[in-house]
């Protein structure tokens, strides 16, 4: 079952990229980001490694 992502496409909020690089400081696993920012994990990723962060792959 795949989740419902009702935010397709929406830009990134300033709160949001900062708790994204919060967040992956901490060591979050990507899905675990991806759920608290109500974003799929590929926008996710794609957005970290825009900003040069790097995500645990699974925790």
Not at 26 to 47: N, P
Request: no cysteine.
């Amino acid at each position: 079952m795949k989740d419902k992502f009702e935010r397709h496409k929406q830009p990134w909020t300033a709160a949001e990229i900062d708790k994204l690089h919060t967040l992956a400081r901490k060591g979050m696993a990507l899905k675990a980001i991806a759920k608290a920012l109500t974003r799929s994990e590929e926008t996710v990723k794609a957005r970290a490694k825009q900003d040069g962060l790097s995500i645990a792959k699974l925790r």
